[in-house]
């Protein structure tokens, strides 16, 4: 709650929710990323809302977060168990493999499968 939000009157309560919803904006964003010296977060199909409030632009980010390494390790890529095991199930390789196929192909399912099927 912001300070002094008790006293305010209901007038200047509507204009500054006026305010508010004048000053947000809905982006079409299909993906963002946010780096940091050791890894990625990234949100694939996320909601995003950008706000300017005095002068200062503000992001919302509402979606469900990935992450990934930089390099300089052994797994440059965080891939979803669910995805493994989609992949393993569909090309009837083990665990293993289907991971490898993962890693290989960015994370892309669909990908993977084709190529651990030969296509």
Request: with cysteine; charged share 30%.
């Amino acid at each position: 709650m912001m300070p002094g939000m008790g006293r305010m009157n209901p007038r200047m309560m509507k204009k500054l929710q006026k305010q508010l919803k004048n000053s947000t904006e809905d982006i079409d964003a299909t993906e963002v990323i946010i780096r940091t010296k050791d890894k990625e977060i990234y949100f694939n199909n996320p909601s995003v809302t950008s706000m300017n409030m005095m002068g200062q632009q503000s992001y919302q980010i509402v979606g469900e977060p990935q992450e990934r390494g930089l390099g300089g390790g052994e797994e440059t890529t965080s891939i979803p168990e669910e995805d493994i095991e989609l992949v393993a199930s569909q090309a009837g390789v083990s665990h293993e493999k289907a991971k490898e196929a993962l890693e290989e192909c960015g994370g892309e399912p669909a990908e993977a499968i084709i190529k651990l099927m030969g296509g």
